[in-house]
């Protein structure tokens, strides 16, 4: 028995400790009216754990899932593939599969890319440089064997995070703070978003029934450099300090230029444009 997007009323958010996990939780009595957002903490359930997964999945019986968890920090990736794996491809599998009759939200990234042309659509084929991007590829494959999947695709999100170090904002600002300079890249290109903007939008994705691959990003293609130029200007408190170098100069695993994301498919879809970048409140002290 399958459900449709009116019947959805209780929901799982995985990975509800992060940055765009907390927000879906924290919004959804404003975006996801008369809807129970069921957040999921790794320190409760480790979705690793397939068999505490069944159970807890049969107990809830929740009507959707969003599933914001994986292993996202790319060099913890790199180091670690078979764990990263494990974690972002198998308990995926494992979760979709629970998840067979429901709708099935899983968040991707614009890194699935390899950056050589930048606008990328939906359709654009595939090309992922670091271990982190193919571990999302594969899950992508996975996801779409569930015949209620939702993936989307989105860019640096930006915010407050429970932790304080999730949103790239906060990561900048925790470098500021200590005194550090930043040297960021002005020919690597990313389409920056707010996690609640990103977490909204997914709201209404779900509920207005979308299926498929969307791109979901902010409204406008800035460099890494352009980026953090814009949260220095509005973090004077912290004295930040923002260099610009190329990336032909950087030396490690490979990164892509540019994965800028064409989000028409989903303007189209909501009705409106995907809004522009703004940090328009510091970071907590």
Known sequence: MQTEASEVRRIWVTGAGGLIGNQL????????????????????????????????????????????????????????????HRSNVEATRHLAGLAAGIPFVFFSTDLVFDGRKGGYVEDDPVGPLSVYAE???????????????????????????PSGERGFDEELAAAWRAGRET???????????AAADTARIVWELLLGGARGTFHVAGGERLSRWEIGRRVAEARPELAPRVVAASLRSYVGAPRPADVSLDCGKAERFLGRPMPKFNVDRPVAL
């Open 25 to 84: 939780v924290a919004g959804a009595p404003a975006w996801a009216p008369g809807r129970e957002a069921v957040p999921l903490l790794r320190a409760e359930l480790d979705l690793e754990d397939a068999a505490a997964v069944t159970a807890r999945f049969r107990r809830d019986a929740p009507d959707a899932v969003i599933h914001c968890a994986a292993s996202s920090r790319s060099p913890f990736c790199q180091a670690d593939p078979v764990g990263a």
């Open 183 to 193: 040297t960021l890249f002005d020919d690597e290109f990313r389409c920056p978003i």
């Open 135 to 161: 571990t999302k590829v594969e899950a992508e494959r996975c996801v779409r064997e569930h015949p209620r999947h939702l993936i989307v695709r989105t860019s640096l999100n930006h915010g407050a995070s």
